[in-house]
């Protein structure tokens, strides 16, 4: 028997997701798209260019919810098809684990992730990707930047909502800050 998450029938209208998100956290995963080389340390890492609600444009990881019934894996897949086309050949292990949890808050000042729209908790992965990568969906361009560039004062003042910190934190975990 095969497993299928109907993702189409998981989707809430904007007037539900509305109510919900004033009501109950939401869950979330991001991931932190990378490079490696053939020992397996991280070399590039990809940042989203995106068109904030606001209007405003900011760099990004990618991040979405998880669906009813959908489970992590398929959540991680699903987003980062969305967000770096068909052939990104994204390296997810049978059972990934997060390398932390990030949880966003309406209120900046309440954990340093910042959502406008709700209370989120965020599952957090670092992904190695090897296939070719595009931008897609609502996404407007996508850059490789080397570890050292992604943690620059340039490139992290072009990223919101406490973002910046989750690339800093990935690098760390995967071992490439001290």
């Given at each position: 028997m095969t497993d299928v998450t109907d993702v189409q029938s998981a989707w809430l209208t904007a007037e539900d997701l509305e109510q919900?998100?004033?009501?109950?956290?939401?869950?979330?995963?991001?991931?932190?798209p990378v490079r490696v080389d053939d020992?397996?340390?991280?070399?590039?890492?990809g940042l989203l260019l995106r068109g904030r609600p606001d209007g405003s444009i900011?760099?990004?990881?990618?991040?979405?919810?998880?669906?009813?019934g959908e489970r992590i894996r398929d959540a991680l897949l699903?987003?980062?098809?969305?967000?770096?086309?068909?052939?990104?050949?994204?390296?997810?292990?049978?059972?990934?684990?997060?390398f932390t949890v990030a949880e966003y808050f309406p209120d900046p000042e309440v954990s340093?992730?910042?959502?406008?729209?709700?209370h989120a908790v965020s599952l957090v992965y670092?992904?190695?990707?090897?296939?070719?990568?595009?931008p897609s969906q609502d996404a407007l361009d996508l850059v490789w930047l080397t570890p050292?560039?992604?943690i620059s004062q340039n490139v992290?003042?072009?990223?919101?909502?406490?973002?910046?910190?989750?690339?800093?934190?990935?690098?760390?975990?995967?071992?490439?800050?001290?």
């Open positions: 919900i998100r004033e009501r109950l956290p939401i869950v979330y995963v991001d991931a932190i020992a397996g340390r991280v070399v590039k890492i900011s760099r990004a990881v990618i991040s979405g919810r998880v669906l009813y699903r987003h980062i098809e969305k967000d770096l086309g068909g052939v990104a050949l994204p390296q997810i292990p049978t059972n990934p684990a997060p340093g992730f910042h959502d406008p729209r709700q670092v992904v190695p990707v090897k296939g070719d990568c595009a050292a560039e992604a992290r003042a072009e990223m919101t909502g406490g973002q910046d910190v989750l690339v800093q934190l990935a690098l760390a975990h995967a071992g490439v800050l001290s």
